[in-house]
């Protein structure tokens, strides 16, 4: 398996804008599916 870590703003701007990572999920979600992987909540990858 692997962990994909997305980071959501700017960490220099705390009021940096996170929607453009929020509007990006759903196209990375269904490329990875796409490509043949299976998404799991973290907890489930570990104990």
């Known amino acids: 398996g692997a962990i994909i ?3 959501d703003g700017d960490g ?3 009021t940096g ?3 453009p990572t929020a509007a990006a999920l759903p196209g990375i979600i269904e490329d990875a599916r796409a490509d043949g992987y299976e ?9």
């Open 5 to 7: 870590l997305l980071h």
């Open 12 to 14: 220099y701007d705390p």
């Open 17 to 19: 804008d996170r929607r």
């Open 39 to 47: 998404l799991r909540p973290l907890g489930e990858l570990i104990p």
